[in-house]
């Protein structure tokens, strides 16, 4: 069974600060899917890494995939109110056609 | 909107129970996914479908659980005799069939279960 873990579980910040976040396993994945969740909605896709060590980045966020594609990490610059949400990476795997492992979730409060 | 429609959006329902979770997927979507979603936690896969391939109900947690999909769209999420750990968010997906690594899964609004 392929397990991520993602860490921390809870951070609460204030804006402008920067944070990342972390996505580990024992496993290796194809890609590595990074969403945000907003209360009461469903996950949004955010990126999709596939290559180890690829680095993506989106206006203030950068993503990272783990040369050995076990581990991912999301770091944010100068966080916003607006960050706010629960952070959710997912592994894929080709063997698997696209089905997705989904850590446990990182959620974040960015305060004003 | 042409997104993936969930219903109903909550669901109040009381111990023993049987409930129905119903999932409309974007038109031309060949996989269906169903997921839980326990309070602020990650995702818990539960079944998906792909095309007219046999579903991978590897994820049902007991045979209380079972799902459909009739005509390759419309999806029923079924869970008899609920129990009280069965409340939960639950969270429909579809995706393009995309081979390899790169389909994007869309989310619904999911379904807010409470049983009582």
């Known amino acids: 069974t392929q397990l991520l873990e993602q860490s921390p579980q809870f951070l609460s910040i204030q804006e402008g600060e920067n944070l990342t976040v972390y996505c580990n396993s024992s496993?290796?994945?194809?890609?590595l899917q990074w969403y945000r969740q907003e209360p009461g909605e469903g996950p949004v896709l955010l990126v999709t890494?596939?290559?180890?060590?690829e680095v993506k980045k989106l206006k203030r966020l950068t993503f990272q995939f783990g040369d050995a594609r076990k581990d991912s990490s999301l770091h944010i610059t100068a966080a916003q109110p607006g960050d706010t949400g629960l952070y959710l990476c997912?592994?894929?795997?080709?063997?698997?056609?696209?089905?997705?492992?989904f850590g446990g979730g990182t959620r974040l409060m960015v305060k004003p | 909107g042409a997104g993936v429609s969930q219903s109903p959006s909550n669901k109040v329902t009381e111990k023993g129970k049987d409930v129905e979770l119903r999932c409309d997927p974007i038109?031309?979507?060949?996989?269906l996914y169903w997921y839980r979603q326990s309070l602020g936690q990650g995702l818990e896969f539960l079944i998906y479908?792909?095309?007219?391939?046999?579903?991978?109900k590897s994820g049902l947690p007991s045979d209380r659980f079972s799902a459909e999909r009739t005509g390759g769209s419309v999806s029923t999420l079924t869970i008899q005799r609920t129990q009280q750990e069965d409340s939960a968010v639950y969270l429909c997906?579809?995706?393009?069939?995309?081979?390899?690594?790169?389909?994007?899964?869309?989310f619904g609004p999911g379904t807010r279960l409470l049983v009582l």
């Open positions: 997912a592994g894929g795997d080709n063997n698997a056609g696209n089905m997705l492992t």
């Open positions: 997906a579809s995706s393009p069939w995309v081979a390899g690594p790169r389909g994007t899964q869309y």
């Open positions: 890494v596939v290559t180890g060590g």
């Open positions: 038109s031309g979507h060949t996989a």
């Open positions: 479908f792909q095309g007219n391939s046999a579903p991978d």
């Open positions: 496993s290796v994945f194809s890609s």
